[in-house]
């Protein structure tokens, strides 16, 4: 059974550069999409982007420009760097396995991320 | 980029009715829909794959349709379990961003 996990920092400063690691067990990483999703409290699900295990990327142009993606096959894990933050990115923040044909399939549990000085 | 606009965005209903959640996608996006099931304080679930096709371990009273821009989600018998939060998600891996709808929170009547 995969299962993922998210793993990072709980507290970061505004303007400083939020970093979250995803790591998959119970299966390999390789020839799948990794998504990274968030929610504010009370609000909908955001896409923030996706990683292919070899490395190729795909953002949410809403955030294109302070969203870096990577993955470390070695580890089974991939990683989100999101700079320059706000209040605003105070979120939930889920980590997803993408499936070509069935979507997002396995999720991480979630970790609450909030921007605050 | 695909906007996807879910209808309603609250519904109110009891155990027992049938309920349907509408998805539209601003453009043509195939069959390649999915709904979650989402519950306060836990992650989505997948519910439905390629607009209709039900993921292993979902009950039957749960059922997709749809293609192109317009999708349903149908529940045929509302069970205590499913009052949650409903999203639909475009998937198609030609276009992205992997945009959601906005959600339908499914409360008790």
């Known amino acids: 059974q995969v299962q993922l996990q998210e793993s990072g920092p709980g507290l970061v400063k505004p303007s400083e550069t939020l970093s979250l690691t995803c790591t998959v067990s119970g299966g390999s990483i390789s020839s799948y999409y990794w998504s990274w999703i968030r929610q504010p409290a009370g609000k909908g699900l955001e896409w923030i982007g996706r990683i292919y295990t070899s490395g190729s990327t795909n953002y949410n142009p809403s955030l294109k420009s302070r969203v870096t993606m990577s993955v470390d096959t070695s580890k089974n894990q991939f990683s989100l760097k999101l700079s320059s933050v706000t209040a605003a990115d105070t979120a939930v923040y889920y980590c997803?396995?993408?499936?070509?044909?069935?979507?997002?399939?396995?999720w991480g549990q979630g970790t609450l991320v909030t921007v605050s000085s | 980029d695909i906007q996807m606009t879910q209808s309603p965005s609250t519904l109110s209903a009891s155990v027992g009715d049938r309920v349907t959640i509408t998805c539209r996608a601003s453009?043509?996006?195939?069959?390649?829909l999915a709904w979650y099931q989402q519950k306060p304080g836990k992650a989505p679930k997948l519910l439905i794959y390629?607009?209709?096709s039900l993921e292993s371990g979902v009950p039957s009273r749960f059922s997709g349709s749809g293609s192109g821009t317009e999708f349903t989600l149908t529940i045929s018998s509302l069970q205590p379990d499913d009052f949650a939060t409903y999203y639909c998600q475009q998937y198609n891996s030609y276009s992205p961003p992997l945009t959601f709808g906005g959600g339908t929170k499914v409360e008790i009547k």
């Open positions: 390629k607009a209709s």
């Open positions: 997803a396995r993408v499936d070509s044909s069935r979507g997002s399939d396995y």
């Open positions: 453009q043509s996006i195939s069959s390649w």
